[in-house]
């Protein structure tokens, strides 16, 4: 059956879009719906993402960036996701404060996100209405996040092009550049050139560079993100650039923007773009199996009967592998 | 049926000056587990409605100290109204008259708010006026 969600999004509906991104984000059985609908839809946008850590200023860049994006007259979306309390589930969001050269632009949708503290429900949901958004016909995509680690991961497998930002000043030899980081960023920024500092955070980003030995980095690279299984790494070397910004006057964008088209066009023409997209899918596919098959052996489990497995576990009656085989066997077929 | 997080975009419509008023509940609203939408300062009523929009929200908190408030208010309850969100609740903050106040809900402003307005009432009175079931 067709959603009228989904089709009234399609018809171009702001308020049916805005709306099925919560169901999206919420996980619902509509949101759920209308994205087995919209799917074959998608694949078609360009998947940018933009971390780093709080304050450097990716707000104002991904301002910046979507304005030359309508520039070239590409509709761009934009997710921003910024951190829940921990304590309270609470958030405020206040990305958009930075994106007000967006406002009132129909090419343009913005969208705040909180990280509802979860981080795989955080990749699987940013990723699904990322999807909408391309099945909506935005050609540009842009996913900012505050870099933590794992979620700098999960972005760099969702975007096809992942932009790492760093500001001048955030404390001796960028204490923000953290272990794996070489390894997700497509593009490394500079924002905040205006500031003093840009020369040693440019010096000992090249080093970092440097020490991770191209073909070895290039290797891990697709090693830890998108090898297929019997498939050789790509041939060609994409050696992430850095770029020096001053987002609040647009300084330096223009050559942010091309290097984003240069990466683009690498993607294509060494085809990681197929297989980036291919290996995301099949990440995606992954998770969704072991989701689905979970809750499937929990919904035919009792709770007594998963009591008295862990009890003959617990006194050492039976091993974990034992009680399991035991357990699927008494499953229904 | 799950509950879910209630969203609320909170903005500083006009000319006048500082958003500390409109910080301090966006921050007890967080603190009340909801999510909110900060928009920052001098919003016209357009951006206010196109944000609220796009971010779906349940609500919309106005904050307003230049006695601006009978022509701002009218008109972003007119344009929610517009872009078929007649169902977002209004909620106003800063130095409104008494005199306003009939008028004021009439056009459905769902809670005014004077300088002294403790934070657990506006929290409670958003969480009483929204559905909390998806
Ligand atoms: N001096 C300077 N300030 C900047 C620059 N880019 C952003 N800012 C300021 O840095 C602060 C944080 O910016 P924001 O975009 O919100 O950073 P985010 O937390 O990384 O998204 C704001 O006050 C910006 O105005 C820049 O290139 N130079
Ligand atoms: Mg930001």
Redesign the pocket.
Known sequence: MNSSLAQAVLAGDRLALARLLSRVENDTAEGRAALDELFPLTGRAHLIGVT??????????VNQLAVFFRQQGQKVAIIAVDPSSPFTGGAVL??R??MKDLQGDAGVFIRSMASRGSLGGLATATAQMAQVFDAAGFEIVII?T?GAGQSEVDIARLAHTTLV?E?PGLGDDIQAIKAGILEIADILVI?????PGVESTERALKSMLELAHPVQRIFLHHGQMMTLAGEEPTAGLWIPPICK????DGSGLPELVQAIEKHADYLRQSGDWIRRDRARLEAEFDLLLQETLVAQFRAHLTESRLQSAIASIHSRQASPREVLAKLLEEMPR | MTERKIRVLVAKPGLDGHDRGAKVVARALRDAGMEVIYTGLRQTPEMIAEAALQEDVDAVGLSILSGAHMALVPRVLELLKANGQQGVKVFLGGIIPDEDLPRLKEIGVTGVYGPGASTDDIVADIRASIPLVA
């Open positions: 780093g850590a709080p304050g450097t200023g990716k707000s104002s860049l206040g990305d404060v930075r900012e505050v930002v500001a924002n905040k050139a205006d500031r910004t001053v987002a609040p």
